[in-house]
């Protein structure tokens, strides 16, 4: 007897690739992995199996049950097609990280899974994360109307920056500042020169007295 069509056969599962954003959770679509699956006997996505986990450099893959603790995914893990309709399957790529992050997985259609897995990849966008500012921000002049004449009335300090979107970004705009007292010169690696203005003198009540003020 021919039993042929009793015979399953096994589905087969595609690689999808979807956008992220940098510091975001990005949710999965059931209508991801069912356009990514095939079954030449019409049957349909009933469950994943996750078959490898993202680079933990890179980011997580959880699970988010309703009302419950997150849970995250390992190898051989199955998730129910109602259970990613639902929003449950979820990537959370690491802090500050951006480029891919992939994971494999495979189909099952009620009978058997796909011989082989396929691949997600997200690819994560990055953003510019603000850098971090330190160092000498400010100095000391002492008014001297003789050195004033000759631009010889000068702070110096060296500021520092940190930027985790990378080395390249760890540095500042050279250039000329001019403020209400005098004007301010730094250059890209952070160290930086204040010249008191050759007009400049203490008057007033605060004559004689220290005087502090800030020249933006």
Same mark, same amino acid.
């Given at each position: 007897? *021919?039993?042929?069509?009793? =015979?399953n056969? +096994?589905p087969?599962?595609? *690689? #999808?690739?979807?956008p992220?954003?940098e510091?975001r /959770?990005?949710?999965?679509s059931?209508?991801? #992995?069912?356009?990514?699956f095939? @079954? &030449?006997?019409?049957? &349909?996505?009933?469950?994943?199996?996750?078959?490898? %986990?993202?680079?933990?450099?890179?980011?997580?893959?959880?699970?988010?049950? +309703?009302?419950? $603790?997150?849970?995250?995914?390992?190898?051989?893990?199955? =998730?129910?097609? *109602?259970a /990613? #309709?639902?929003g449950?399957?979820? %990537?959370r790529? %690491?802090?500050?990280?951006?480029?891919d992050?992939?994971?494999?997985?495979?189909?099952?259609?009620?009978?058997?899974?796909?011989?082989?897995?396929a691949?997600?990849?997200?690819?994560?966008?990055?953003? @510019?994360?603000? !850098?971090?500012?330190?160092?000498?921000a400010?100095?000391?002049?002492?008014?001297d109307?003789?050195?004033?004449? %000759?631009?010889n009335?000068? !702070?110096?300090?060296?500021? &520092? =920056?940190?930027?985790? @979107?990378?080395?390249?970004?760890?540095?500042?705009?050279a250039?000329?500042?001019?403020?209400?007292?005098? $004007?301010?010169d /730094?250059?890209? *690696?952070?160290?930086?020169?204040?010249?008191? @203005?050759?007009? #400049?003198?203490?008057?007033?009540? =605060?004559n004689?007295? +220290?005087?502090?003020?800030?020249?933006p």
């Open positions: 007897n *021919d039993t042929s069509d009793d =015979i056969e +096994p087969t599962v595609a *690689d #999808f690739t979807e992220g954003r510091d /959770i990005e949710p999965f059931l209508s991801q #992995f069912t356009d990514a095939s @079954d &030449t006997d019409g049957d &349909t996505l009933h469950k994943i199996k996750i078959t490898s %986990l993202p680079n933990p450099m890179h980011g997580d893959l959880e699970i988010h049950p +309703p009302g419950g $603790s997150i849970v995250y995914a390992s190898v051989g893990l199955e =998730i129910t097609a *109602d /990613i #309709f639902n449950q399957l979820k %990537l790529p %690491l802090p500050n990280f951006s480029g992050v992939t994971f494999e997985w495979k189909g099952y259609d009620g009978e058997d899974w796909s011989v082989e897995s691949t997600v990849t997200v690819q994560v966008e990055g953003r @510019d994360d603000p !850098a971090t500012i330190g160092g000498d400010a100095g000391t002049v002492t008014e109307h003789g050195a004033q004449a %000759l631009g009335v000068t !702070a110096t300090g060296q500021l &520092t =920056i940190t930027d985790v @979107d990378g080395v390249a970004q760890e540095t500042f705009q250039g000329t500042i001019s403020g209400h007292h005098g $004007s301010l /730094i250059d890209a *690696d952070g160290s930086w020169t204040y010249t008191l @203005d050759d007009d #400049f003198a203490i008057t007033g009540e =605060i004689g007295k +220290p005087y502090n003020h800030h020249d």
